[in-house]
């Protein structure tokens, strides 16, 4: 546990309360299984990400995170437990409060705001939940990978039998009709093939990591079938026609290859039997991209159209957005102008050139840096940085195999989102951001869990 004052300060402060009101916990049937309650709208939570708008996903969030404080208070032994990097997510949430007051719109401030306090409160619940049940957590990981993988068959089936486009997502003056992309956008609302893109990226890795530890129990079937859910993933995130996905699942699987190659060559040295399958599996993935590539070239030519520039007038309208958000960072680089779409939108009209009203910036560092400022940016970037020293540092060990593996999947959730919120913020819609917090809080977990048990050998040692 970390040994700030003002978490130890608020520990007391939740034993006091637990001393007086355990007699809820023991005598009541419900909140004696708080923790199966929780399980159930974490779960929901991902599961209705798939089908339900934001607002009820918002829901069954506020739910999961005011059933984890209740638990706190009546629960022996629940406490307060945070990584050295969320000590930097708290900044960025406090310089994310003084932007809005500081706000020329503070209502839709306020309401952009809001989410915030859903996705980062529903992020230290989940780590408070994965940290007192860890064998929930391959749960979690599989349920995550299923949601993918049946997404996955619902896009590649929009794509075979075609799906009318709601908007104008691919610019056809310089490709032929017939190479245009039928994008897939799957169930997920509202409907758009860069949010099912965004989605996928966020949660393949989950079916990565069930493979690898398949292959760690020696259950070999399960790594073919979790194989073949990648693979089927990987070519749906093609047919969304999102580039910025590309690039995402691009860095996920060069990722994958250096990481999974990096714990099999370390923890299985003498298996050269697990050594020749990585080979072959290698191989094969390197092989099916190579081959979607060139038995799809409506795939190849949507890839190649990034370096089009100002001749593809998606990446064209993108620079332009980028270039009035520069303008709008320049005058607000402090505080920035506010938290949420709803400010952006008010603001960027005052920046905007004719013709190319936007969102959003469509880059996820430049929004942050525009609606809380740089510094804001900042501590966001600071706290990555530290979980990914931190979790780097817990699989160079030469020990837990199952916590390397399900960190591995962490990092390369976090890459892969990053990579492709560098073109696009689908990163802010409730259906990535909430893998993508529960990703990080599963792996904070085990982060912490693993800090305290050195604390404790180090006392008895």
Excluded at 451 to 460: D, F, I, L, S, V
């Amino acid at each position: 546990m970390s040994e700030s004052t003002f978490l130890d300060l608020g520990n007391k402060f939740i034993g006091f309360c637990q001393n007086k009101l355990s007699f809820f916990y023991e005598k009541s049937f419900i909140l004696g299984s708080i923790d199966n309650i929780i399980f159930f709208f974490i779960a929901m939570t991902l599961i209705c990400s798939t089908f339900v708008q934001s607002e009820q996903i918002g829901i069954l969030a506020i739910a999961t995170v005011l059933l984890t404080i209740i638990k706190l208070f009546i629960k022996k032994g629940a406490a307060l437990r945070i990584t050295k990097g969320d000590g930097m997510l708290i900044l960025y949430f406090l310089l994310c409060i003084i932007s809005v007051i500081n706000s020329t719109l503070i209502p839709q401030s306020i309401h952009g705001f809001l989410k915030t306090v859903i996705y980062i409160t529903f992020y230290f619940a989940a780590a408070n939940y994965f940290y007192d049940n860890k064998g929930k957590i391959k749960y979690i990981l599989g349920l995550i990978g299923l949601l993918c993988f049946i997404e996955s068959i619902i896009a590649i089936f929009q794509n075979i039998h075609g799906v009318a486009a709601i908007a104008k997502w691919q610019d056809s003056h310089y490709v032929n009709p017939e190479d245009v992309i039928s994008r897939a956008y799957g169930t997920l609302k509202p409907y758009n093939p860069n949010l099912l893109g965004g989605y996928l990226v966020s949660g393949i890795s989950c079916i990565a990591a069930t493979g690898l530890l398949a292959v760690a129990k020696k259950h070999y079937k399960s790594f073919i079938y979790s194989l073949i859910m990648f693979l089927v993933s990987a070519y749906a995130i093609f047919v969304t026609g999102s580039r910025g996905a590309y690039l995402g699942l691009a860095v996920i699987i060069i990722g994958l290859l250096v990481i999974s190659g990096k714990i099999i060559f370390s923890d299985f040295n003498a298996a050269e039997k697990i050594k020749k399958y990585w080979m072959i599996v290698t191989s094969a993935i390197v092989a099916a991209v190579i081959a979607v590539m060139i038995a799809v070239p409506k795939v190849a030519k949507r890839l190649f159209s990034i370096f089009l520039l100002r001749g593809d007038s998606s990446t064209s309208f993108r620079m332009n957005v980028y270039h009035s958000s520069l303008e709008m960072l320049r005058d607000n680089w402090i505080l920035g102008i506010g938290v949420g779409n709803q400010t952006f939108r008010e603001i960027y009209g005052l920046y905007m050139m004719t013709g190319f009203d936007a969102l959003s910036t469509y880059c996820v560092p430049l929004e942050i840096a525009v609606e809380s400022g740089i510094f804001a940016l900042l501590s966001f970037v600071a706290f990555l940085g530290y979980f990914i020293v931190d979790a780097i540092k817990f699989i160079s060990r030469p020990n837990d195999l199952t916590g390397k593996i399900i960190l591995s999947s962490v990092i390369l959730t976090v890459l892969g989102v990053m990579t492709h919120g560098l073109f696009d913020t689908i990163y802010f819609r409730p259906q990535v951001q909430f893998v993508f917090w529960t990703m990080i809080a599963i792996a904070s977990a085990i982060i912490i869990s693993s800090r305290e048990c050195e604390k404790e050998e180090e006392k008895n040692g």
